[in-house]
């Protein structure tokens, strides 16, 4: 018995096709919208679709044209019905590539003889062809709905069978929880960067077949796209359940993978959402597991985020920041401020720490803690630490040529950028380039990123240093640095971070910090600088203790490259005599 899709908005119209239908010994499937026909047509591929043109919402031409992109549903014979008679009208749906037009009124010869001749039709084409245009579509589909590297489905096939798992839930109205998770791999450009890509196509891989192994056959497992997978996770009895399948999940994922020669540990960011809490829908399902995970990743967790409605907004806000920062690079929107760093003796200018700035154009002047995590994300921390690194040196020889000062400039880099290979020779050909003396470059670093590995840090350490580059490490005291370590590191200067120094007056263990900080420096016979000086008594107390120098409000805060040229000449930017 051949099966016919009938769409029509009008339940009287619908119902009478339907009854001649049934008269002519076919089997009908009715659908009341345009949106509620293609998902019939693509769930049960019927062998005629009969579809009004004008319906609300989704109309006639809007359902051809969707089931046109299928390559299951674009084979499936089509007949446009219509009160409307204007041949405008039929050369639209013939141009668009509909079998038959049928205008209202008709009576039941006339759309039985254009539904058997547009059967017969179909019919009359020769076996070898039918079975070529069968392996055509399989071949189409494997290529259309599943992932290449992983043979996993895609983001398509995944929406589908989701749509597929929750129609049933919803007309029997079961209580059943569904659990939508989305999954990303965190840092996954570093995986690329240091083992190269096919390394990390081997870990994407792994990380499909380990999720297809903890779902089992009754689980849908699908990716998403670079370095994100799904995992639909149906017959929850309970919420609380959520969280421990989530929990299992991420601990199974972060087991070790061997790779070759590699053997790779990861860390993953999860994101749930919840059939029928969060939505009915999978275009309502995943977006919202997908911003759980992308809030998780957002506030650094390394668990599992449940979501909440508030994150929807927050990850429309990450995404159009993610688009805005492409355009800051693309449009030289950043800029650098300088502060100044002053020696506690003299109160003279010793140097300038050079400052990252976002002149956003709706934003205003946007600070580092604004937007640096989201760039540290999306493996923007190179080539916007580059433009820091060329330009800062760029503007101190300006300087310099005007015979302003022979300063030194201190500029950030960021984990990601010290590990990258091309530093070295980045820093030297900018060197090169500027025709900046090598003394004149202090390069600041934190605790975190000498320390991930040691003998990397110390290989590039000593060729920085070997060139006449200074060396600091940046906040010191909040990381976990071990003195045989520290000893091991050709560096010049430590910087006692600002948590520290805003606290030395009132906290004991601040001040026992700070002061043991200045003297093990002392006795590695390395300078020190304390950050974030604001009052006179917190300068008192670092001079009595030996500081060499400070940076602060108390001397100026960060002003942008036209002031500097006045902190430049002026004798002294601080009175030291406390």
């Known amino acids: 018995m051949k099966t016919i899709l009938v769409i029509e908005d009008e339940q009287a119209i619908r119902s009478n096709i339907a009854r001649i239908l049934h008269y002519g010994n076919f089997q ?45 549903t674009a084979i499936i014979p089509f007949i446009f019905l219509s009160a409307k008679a204007d041949r405008s009208d039929m050369r639209q749906g013939m141009i668009l590539g509909a079998d038959d037009y049928l205008t209202k009124p008709f009576t039941s010869a006339e759309l039985l003889q254009a539904i058997t001749a547009r059967l017969s039709k179909k019919a009359s084409v020769t076996d070898p062809y ?73 870990l994407l891989k792994a990380v499909g077949d380990r999720l297809t192994e903890l779902a089992g056959s009754d689980r849908i497992v699908a990716r998403l796209g670079g370095n994100e997978f799904c995992v639909v996770w149906a017959d929850i009895l309970v919420p609380e359940d959520v969280g421990v399948l989530a929990q299992t999940l991420i601990d199974q994922l972060q087991q070790p993978y061997e790779l070759g ?37 957002q506030q650094g967790s390394k668990g599992y985020q449940i979501y909440d409605p508030m994150m929807t907004q927050m990850d429309q806000d990450r995404r159009q920041l993610e688009l805005d920062l492409h355009r800051a690079i693309a449009e030289l929107e950043f800029e650098l401020y300088y502060q100044p760093q002053v020696n506690l003796i ?26 640096m995590a989201v760039a540290e994300d999306m493996g923007l921390m190179t080539p916007i630490g580059e433009w820091v690194l060329s330009t800062a040196v760029s503007q101190l020889k300006v300087w310099q040529d005007r015979s302003l000062a022979t300063l030194k400039i201190a500029i950030n880099l960021s984990a990601r950028q010290f590990k990258h290979t091309n530093l070295v020779h980045h820093i030297t050909q900018v060197l090169e380039e500027t025709q900046l003396d090598p003394t004149c470059l202090m390069l600041e670093l934190t605790e975190t990123s000498l320390m991930e590995n040691i003998e990397d ?18 906040d010191f005291g909040t990381g976990y640095s071990s003195l045989s370590n520290l000893k091991r590191l050709p560096i010049t200067l430590l910087k006692i971070d600002q948590s520290f120094v805003c606290r030395i007056i009132e906290d004991k263990q601040d001040a026992a910090i700070t002061t043991a ?54 004798p002294t930017l601080l009175d030291t005599n406390v």
């Open 28 to 72: 009908v499937i009715e659908a009341g919208d345009g949106q509620a026909g293609v998902e019939a047509a693509r769930s049960y591929l019927p062998d005629l679709i009969i579809c009004d043109i004008m319906m609300p919402i989704l109309d006639g031409y809007g359902v051809f044209r969707e089931l046109s992109e299928d390559a299951e």
């Open 130 to 202: 039918v079975n070529e245009m069968k392996r055509t579509v399989a071949n189409l589909s494997q290529v259309a709905y599943s992932d290449p590297l992983t043979n996993l489905p895609n983001r398509i096939l995944l929406r589908h069978r989701l749509n597929e798992l929750l129609r049933p839930l919803k007309q029997q109205r079961s209580s059943t929880l569904v659990a939508v998770f989305c999954i990303n791999i965190r840092r996954f450009r570093d995986v690329n960067s240091l083992y190269g890509q096919s390394v990390g196509d081997m």
């Open 261 to 297: 020669d590699h053997t790779l540990n990861i860390r993953v960011n999860l994101g749930a959402a919840l059939y029928p809490d969060h939505g009915e829908t999978p275009d309502a399902l995943l977006p919202r597991a997908e911003a759980a995970e992308h809030w998780g990743q």
């Open 346 to 371: 003299t109160g003279r200018l010793i140097g300038l720490e050079a400052l990252l700035r976002w002149n956003h154009p709706t934003r205003g002047l946007l600070l580092p803690a604004d937007f």
């Open 457 to 474: 840090a110390v290989q590039t350490l000593t060729q920085l240093r070997d060139m006449g580059v200074g060396i600091a490490v940046d």
């Open 517 to 570: 900080i200045i003297a093990m420096a002392q006795s590695l016979n390395l300078k020190v600088i304390a950050e974030g000086v604001e009052t006179r008594n917190q300068l008192s107390f670092l001079k009595k203790h030996g500081c060499y120098a400070i940076q602060g409000y108390i001397c100026s805060p960060p002003v942008p490259t036209e002031e500097v040229a006045d902190c430049i000449e002026r």
